[in-house]
Nanobody, 127 residues
Framework: DVQLVESGGGSVQAGGSLRLSCTGPRFVFDDSEVGWYRQGPKNECDLVSSIGSDGTRYYADSVKGRSTVSQDNSKNTLILEMSGVKPEDTGRYYC??????????????????????WGRGTQVTVS
């Protein structure tokens, strides 16, 4: 069972910065849109940021201007950097990948949703 692995979560003070990383098999990242979902307090699973197979970046309005998503293909790694974090950034962040476009809101953040590759998530708490 292919699994993506996230790291970098934890407790962050409001106004601070965070850096999340996701690694996985090379074939998962090739020709795929790869991105970060956040599961919030109401269990909603929303796409925060992604990189398309053509390099196009997506940022949700809530993080636009203070986040950067990047991909290191040599290391099969997806990175999300966020500054000026806010309490509303709190949630469990999941890495996902799909050969087609990622939906903006998933029914749930876990394996089984549309055949996406998923990680198990990393918790971010901003206070």
């Amino acid at each position: 069972d292919v699994q993506l692995v996230e790291s970098g979560g934890g407790s962050v003070q409001a106004g601070g910065s965070l850096r999340l990383s996701c690694t996985g098999p090379r074939f998962v990242f090739d020709d795929s849109e790869v991105g970060w979902y956040r599961q919030g307090p109401k269990n909603e699973c929303d796409l925060v940021s992604s990189i398309g197979s053509d390099g196009t970046r997506y940022y949700a309005d809530s993080v636009k201007g203070r986040s950067t998503v990047s991909q290191d293909n040599s290391k099969n790694t997806l990175i999300l950097e966020m500054s000026g974090v806010k309490p509303e950034d709190t949630g469990r962040y999941y890495c996902a990948a799909e050969r087609g476009p990622l939906v903006r809101r998933a029914a749930y953040c876990a394996s089984g949703f549309r055949g996406y590759y998923w990680g198990r998530g990393t918790q971010v708490t901003v206070s």
